[in-house]
């Protein structure tokens, strides 16, 4: 029996492939993703997810993981406490479409972002080389930059 590979789709602090190497150390980076049908945004507890949003996007960072892996980006997420739910969705990549672990949180009101997210978030845009227009429309309304 082979050792079991989840793909993850990280969007937020986790576009950072300097921090997934600390949080998940089996993860591999495998290239750029596009979410379609949903909206970047920082909840009530001053963190990112993504929501339905019928003409929107979300870009992101694709990653394989080990259950080990997983498993710390279980306690990472909060997933034991309700914060973030797991979903499994398409990510669209440059060779095709390929279903991904995704964490949505539970809480998906608007908010403002924690204090220490901020150079977070602001890293994690710089490690996934994100395209500018994108970031000024769906992640500077939420993040400002640091």
């Known amino acids: ?3 079991q590979t989840y793909y993850y789709f990280g969007y ?21 993703g596009k979410l379609l049908g949903y909206s ?23 990653f394989s993981l080990s259950q080990k892996d997983v498993d710390y980006l279980d306690i990472y997420e909060n997933v034991d406490d309700g914060m973030y739910i797991k979903s499994t969705l398409s990510i669209e990549t440059s060779s095709g479409p390929i279903d991904c672990l995704v964490y949505i949180a539970s809480d998906n ?38």
Not at 12 to 29: F, I
Not at 42 to 62: F, M, Q, W
């Open 1 to 3: 029996m082979g050792i």
């Open 12 to 32: 937020g602090s986790n576009l950072s492939k300097e921090q997934m190497a600390v949080r998940c150390p089996d993860s591999s980076y495998v290239s750029p």
């Open 109 to 146: 009101n608007l908010g403002s972002p924690q204090e220490e997210y901020i150079h977070r978030i602001n890293s994690g845009i710089k490690s996934a080389n994100l395209p500018a227009d994108y970031v000024q429309k769906s992640i500077r309304p939420f993040i400002p930059e640091n």
């Open 40 to 62: 970047w945004l920082i909840n009530t507890r001053g963190y990112a997810s993504i929501k339905p949003a019928k003409d929107d996007l979300v870009l992101g960072e694709i």
